[in-house]
């Protein structure tokens, strides 16, 4: 159970500073969503989040420890990321790749085991991926690759899983169903999640808090209750955006014109 | 994933394909040895095909083998370096730096023994060239490896024409072989065997982060790699066997593009079994090669590159096709 966070972190992309000393406390049981608009950083943020990119100024501490410091391989079996895009350039199979999550968990000759091979194939059925197994990864689909990139995260079991945008391409079934599995992992109270997200209503039905970045270094964040609303949605997007009581919360959508 | 039973088969099939490819090279020739003569010969190493044996054809396969699993097994590494398909041992200009150095002895006429040394001396400029230029601060760029490697090789292809251009005539034709890739000179140096033997064991151990390297730098760190070492660890690894493999034959051309690629499709992309795989069939194709390269027009011997391109182009072209259908 570790706790993942920000210290007066700042990004900047191209010599523009996109988000000012962010403060911010990832802790288990949590499910956060990260919501801005296009180019405003939120990718940049996660890779910090990760230990792929160092922060412009500021730190991100593992455990209080700063990320950057620590072996990757140790990294790893804490945190794990779902990136947005998934490019295969050379073949494998569709449970090959979902086992590349045991690599930070084995020693350096080590093979996978019976063990590893299981959780591949659970996760791969969690997923919907099942029957897929002995299928090549590049003639799969887009929404295909991407439930078996959240499949390989799944076999990873990192303590703190970092999404880009899990939902791109799926179809709403597998929406619903993947934010779920991440919600109820939360859940457990072990683990936690930090998920960049462009559908406000998915932010408002599965996470617990929310981030916004608003540019030019504002961000806000909080209990997703108490930072959703009208005012702030129209302040991050620029839009109008109308709030409907739905049966399991409000629910918001964008003005048209 | 391939079953223990099949990867166990596929092993034994490599290494009885090996021994047999090293017996019909060592048997065929100018002068054919059926199999009493055969027996006669390896055991009877004074007399005349004794000596045929243990002095030229031998020696001379082994080294075929060793410069073809360098080649593929470099090839490999290549591939995943650069994360293309289309890579080959040669195009990061270490062969261009050999093929210098060795073109340039020939032309001041030093010995033929020399030759390999300095085509290795060649090499390693060229590897501390591309390697100190692309190298920088930062994070890794596979980008600027591939095109500092690139230049550097069309700069040393500028230098080879050159010296082609200005070479006494009588050097001109073995300088073309060199660049062609030839064994007729290839004696089989321990050295060579050795550095196969300990890059290979390195690959192997190294085999599982070969994996989840090829699915792009980002993921391999986010999987606990730390990339850019375990990159130019790969980089230095794929150059000296490159280099070892030229400064024995030449430029042989297609085995480290063409092999690796026919092993993905045959065994897959797990380079636990892919590595062992490609440096096996490397091996023996080129002991196969080399032994139609010496006998089709025989007694005129042919550069190798020339059959391992007429042989690996339409193999490959042929496979690829059946494996586009089976998908």
Known sequence: MSVLECSKVNVRIAGIQVVRELDLKIQPGQFWGLLGPNGIGKTTLLKCLAGLDQPAAGQVLLESRNINELPRKLLARHIGMLQQHTVYVFDSSVLQTALTGRHPHLAYWEREGARDLEKARMALDAVGLSDFQARSVTGLSGGEARRLAFAALLVQEPEIMLLDEPTNHLDLKHQVKIMGMIQSRTHSGRHSAFAALHDINLAASYCSHVVMLFGEGNWCAGPTGEMLNETSLEKLYHCTVERLEGASGPRFHPAPG | ?327
């Open chain 2, 1 to 327: 994933m391939m079953p223990t039973a099949h990867r166990r088969l596929l092993f034994l099939a490599l290494t009885l394909l090996s021994a047999a490819s090293i017996l019909i090279a060592s048997a065929a020739g100018s002068v054919t040895l059926n199999w009493s003569e055969w027996l006669a010969a390896i055991s009877n190493s004074s007399s005349d095909q004794g000596e045929l044996l243990w002095r030229l054809r031998l020696p001379r396969a082994a080294a075929a083998w060793t410069v073809g699993a360098l080649l593929s097994l470099s090839g490999c590494l290549m591939q995943v370096l650069l994360r293309n398909p289309l890579a080959d041992p040669y195009i990061l200009g270490v062969s261009g730096g050999a093929s210098c150095a060795a073109l340039f002895g020939m032309t001041l006429g030093v010995a033929a023994g020399v030759i390999p040394a300095l085509a290795w001396a060649g090499a390693l400029v060229s590897i501390l060239i591309v390697f100190s230029l692309a190298r920088g601060e930062g994070p890794w760029s596979g980008t600027r490896l591939l095109l500092t490697g690139v230049v550097t090789a069309s700069g040393w292809a500028a230098l080879i024409s050159l010296l082609l251009t200005l070479g006494p005539d009588s050097s001109l034709r073995g300088m073309l072989f060199w660049l062609i890739g030839d064994l007729s000179y290839a004696k089989l140096p321990y050295w060579a065997l050795a550095i196969l033997v300990l890059v290979f064991l390195a690959c192997l151990g190294m085999a599982r982060s070969l994996n989840v390297l090829a699915m792009g730098e980002t993921t391999a760190r986010l999987l606990g790699e730390p990339t850019r070492k375990l990159l130019w660890i790969v980089y230095l690894l794929a150059s000296v066997l490159t280099a070892t493999a030229v400064s024995i034959a030449g430029n042989i051309g297609f085995v480290g593009l063409i092999v690796p690629h026919l092993m993905r499709l045959l065994v897959g992309s797990d380079h636990r079994i892919l590595l062992p795989a490609a440096a096996m069939f490397g091996g023996l194709f080129l002991v196969l090669s080399d032994t139609l390269a010496r006998t089709v027009l025989a007694p005129r011997q042919l550069p190798v590159g020339v059959v391992t391109a007429l042989l690996g182009v339409p193999l490959f072209l042929l496979l690829l096709n059946r494996a586009r259908v089976k998908q």
